[in-house]
């Protein structure tokens, strides 16, 4: 995948698990997703590495 993609993909993991957080702290009804809210976030930083990666 070229960079472009990468950093779209880490952008979209970082707003999800973000998003997760944050409706998962203010709405009583969905507070699994406070629970689950750093499963996006390796898929990001393995992007983001990726992303970073110098071609050879």
Do not use: Q, R
């Amino acid at each position: 995948m070229d960079k472009k993609k990468l950093n779209l993909v880490a952008t979209l993991a970082f707003a999800a698990a973000a998003g997760m957080f944050m409706i998962g702290s203010t709405n009583g009804h969905l507070t699994e997703l406070l629970d689950f809210c750093w499963v996006p976030v390796p898929l990001g930083v393995v992007a983001l590495f990726a992303a970073s990666k110098k071609e050879e």
